[in-house]
């Protein structure tokens, strides 16, 4: 097994155990597909999981978070990154630790794409780490989730673009990665609330946050509308599938889809 090939296996393992909620569409793509969308989510895993980390003090996550957008502006400096992270190393996930990695196995037609979008990523995640995620406003919210999701559409739509042409909105883009950011908002409330974080604007109930990922799914639904290559439209549906499910087990009060109503999902997807 050539190193590469080495690198892709173990891209999509450490894939697998970040999330089975992509992991199962990104497998579906075809190979080169499969290797620029997997490793565009594992570059975004590695930053997204600094500014989630419960260990690591502010101060810190916003450090790390700058100096790693700084590091993705020219060639990626592997030493530079492991020497960053060493103060750090036994907090981190390997997610993290292997950025440099996943840029290895990143198509050369896309990785500059993906490097400029992890970039400005990081750098908007530093910026809401200081704010201390204090979201007030509507605006707050989509700023926020503009950084932390919307941002994966429009990678994601480049992806597309450089693949074979496929010319998506990136408004619309936007919005699908608001509308899946926004459940998962939802589903994780009591445990943000728990580390001393609210994700939901002043004034708003959960019925307000409810219609933010509804009104942004909307446009999910509008942005898989001019996709006509059928492999890219099965990865865009799954997640968009999953993630109107959840929010419907959501308001009949459970906390997530069971493992079984998720493989329907995928299921009847596949069979369309």
């Not at 020497?83 to 950025?99: F, G, H, I, M, N």
């Not at 950084?147 to 010319?167: H, N, P, Q, R």
């Not at 549906?237 to 959840?246: C, E, F, G, R």
Request: charged share 30%.
């Amino acid at each position: 097994m050539t190193n590469e090939a080495k690198l892709q296996k173990e891209a999509m393992h450490v894939l697998k155990l970040t999330s089975r909620t992509f992991y199962i569409p990104i497998k579906l793509l075809n190979p080169t597909l499969r290797k620029s969308v997997g490793s565009a989510y594992l570059c975004m895993r590695a930053i997204d999981e600094i500014e989630d980390h419960e260990e690591l003090h502010p101060d810190a996550k916003q450090h790390l978070l700058e100096s790693t957008s700084k590091l993705l502006e020219g060639p990626f400096n592997e030493e530079a990154y492991q020497k960053l992270l060493q103060p750090y190393r036994s907090l981190l996930p390997e997610v993290t630790v292997r950025l440099g990695d996943w840029l290895t196995v990143c198509p050369a037609e896309v990785l500059e794409k993906v490097k400029e979008s992890t970039r400005i990523m990081a750098d908007g995640m530093a910026q809401w780490v200081g704010k201390g995620f204090d979201i007030k406003t509507k605006e707050d919210l989509d700023d926020y989730t503009y950084y932390v999701a919307g941002l994966v559409g429009v990678m994601l739509s480049d992806i597309w673009e450089a693949f074979d042409g496929t010319k998506t909105d990136r408004e619309l883009a936007i919005g699908y990665g608001r509308g899946l950011q926004a459940v998962n908002m939802l589903r994780n409330q009591e445990e943000d609330a728990d580390r001393g974080v609210r994700f939901i604007p002043d004034g708003w109930t959960r019925d307000d946050m409810f219609a933010y990922a509804e009104t942004n799914l909307a446009k999910a639904d509008e942005y898989i509308k001019s996709i006509n290559t059928k492999n890219i439209l099965v990865f865009c549906k799954i997640p968009l599938a999953l993630a109107k499910s959840t929010l419907t087990a959501l308001q009949s009060g459970r906390e997530k889809m069971n493992r079984t109503e998720v493989e329907s999902t995928v299921a009847a997807i596949l069979e369309d």
